[in-house]
């Protein structure tokens, strides 16, 4: 029997609770409305959702201010009717993974708000205060559009208090271990409702200490260890994918000895990918790659190309963020902090070729991918909406009103009726039965993915280096297959030549383009195309 853990060659699917599908007609997009639309995401081949922010929130930063961890709120439905969704997601084969905000509550939480109002509360030490704001000045600013300090003055409190997001999220005080109990009761609270584990939200920022950047300190590790004990020891088989939007030998000790998390996502890689096809040469995409230390047999990095943030420009060069703006956010308002507001498609021109060129770089490389919602159809964006909302707006089903979502006259949020990205032209029923549609070239080159041994578990061999990487080479073999992947970055034809055995090699997306195999075999490959060929039998 394959022993594999799941995790290690899964595709999840990150649902935006909000904007996914309205169940009950109030313009709100709940449980019941994502319920509806489980088969949909087993169609496309999807193994786990991970499924973002269902707490009580005032929503200030779109529930990732949360202000009571044990519950959920009830725009999205009751906490049965979330009970039911998840064993529905199990009743379909697949899994599903929730958000877990352990850094920060919202300053509406019953903690926070008992804190300010007196000194003695115990809940005062659940929050990091200071008289002063020239405390921890070595801490960089994430959110540098709107804030100015890592500390706000709370007039109740007589105060100043940390929060490294949002003055609506205050940070909690992992110093104290009643805070840590609660965090660990949290997620038992979760577990028990039958979940498969979490996506671990801002983990590097737990602790605080004096003279430090305050990021990925020891003492966080420490804590993240305990959770996955917990997890192996009252949830077997619990799975924790780490947020750490840090450079690769950074994010690297958050798997630890494999008793860490089992996943983690790979943030310099997703500009990068970006990068290689604007410049036309993925020299910088091969570099972190090469860059990327090893992990653990039991870990895997999750790959994406896009999610509900800003395409972060946080792990990139200053040189690079600057050609990255230019390029991709050339109206400032696409800009937001260190990053870029905007969706996959329009990100690449609407060119189906770019697109499926970025999803091939994706799903050849190893690491399980996340799909980020209605990127399959080619959804596209609105920047005139608050902060990163723009990117969050309802998922197109049909082209009926709201695009399907929702039967109410107002919803949560406005649905893109644009002539290009429009929901009357952009939706998944009329993509359903189009052989040609964004939708089932996505879902095929998926499928194809996950037939391929090599591809899914085999180990990576460069075939390029240097400077300029027109073609981005490599060989992906397992114990079993073996694939070799040609992708061209560029707007021209690119020959690139391979040493093959003898025989007969096939493309697996395309199997009737055969080519015959010797030590120098030249291939055309034309612009903004790719190969991934296997020998023949
Ligand atoms: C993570 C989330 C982001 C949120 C932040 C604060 O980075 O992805 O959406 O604003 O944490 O919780």
Known sequence: MDKTPWYMNAYFYQIYPRSFMDGNGDGY???????????????????????????????????????????????????????QLIDAVHAHGMKIIMDLVMNHCSSEHPWFQAARKDRNSKYRDYFVWSDTDQKYLETRIIFTDTQKSNWAWDEVAGQYYWHRFYPQ??????????????MLNVMRHWMDLGIDGFRADAVPYLFERDGMENENLPETHEFLKRCRKLMDEEYPGAVLLCEANMWPKEVRPYFADGDEFQLGFHFPLMPRIFMSLGKQNAESLVKILKDTPDIPENCQWCTFLRNHDEL???????????????????????????????????????????????????????????????????????????????????????????????????????????????????????????????????????????????????????????????????????????????????????????????????????????????SKTEIKIAPRSFYWLRKKN
């Not at 949020?413 to 189009?434: R, W």
Request: proline share 6%.
């Open 312 to 518: 972060t420009l946080e792990m990139v060069t200053e040189e690079d963020r600057q050609w990255m703006w230019n390029f991709y956010a050339p109206d400032p308002e696409m800009r937001k902090n260190l990053g870029i507001r905007r969706r996959l498609w329009p990100l690449l021109d609407n060119d189906p070729k770019k697109v499926a060129l970025a999803y091939s770089m994706m799903l050849t490389m190893p690491g399980s991918p996340v799909f980020y919602y209605g990127d399959e159809i080619g959804m596209g964006d609105d920047i005139r909406l608050y902060d990163r909302n723009g990117v969050r707006t309802l998922m197109q089903w049909d082209d009926t009103k709201n695009g399907g979502f929702s039967t109410a006259d107002k919803t949560c949020m406005p649905v893109i009726d644009d002539p290009v990205y429009g929901y009357k032209q952009v939706n998944v029923a009329s993509q359903e039965g189009d052989p040609n549609s964004h939708l089932n070239m996505i879902r095929s080159l998926m499928s194809t993915r996950k037939a391929s041994d090599a591809l899914c578990r085999g180990k990576l061999k460069w075939l390029v280096d240097g400077e300029n990487i027109p073609v981005l080479a490599y060989i992906r073999e397992s114990e079993y297959d073996k694939v070799w992947v040609l992708q061209n970055m560029t707007d021209n034809e690119q020959s690139f030549t391979l040493d093959l055995q003898e025989g007969t090699y096939y493309d697996l997306n395309h199997p009737e383009f055969e080519i015959q195999g010797s």
């Open 29 to 83: 997009g709940d449980f019941v409305g994502i319920t509806q639309k489980l088969d949909y995401l087993k169609s496309l081949g999807i193994d786990c959702i991970w499924i973002q922010p269902i707490y009580p929130s005032p929503m200030f930063d779109d529930g990732y201010d949360i202000s009571d961890f044990v519950n959920v709120d009830p725009r999205f439905g009751t906490l049965e009717e979330y009970h």
């Open 169 to 182: 999220q205050p940070d909690l005080n992992f110093d104290n271990p009643e805070v840590q109990e609660a």
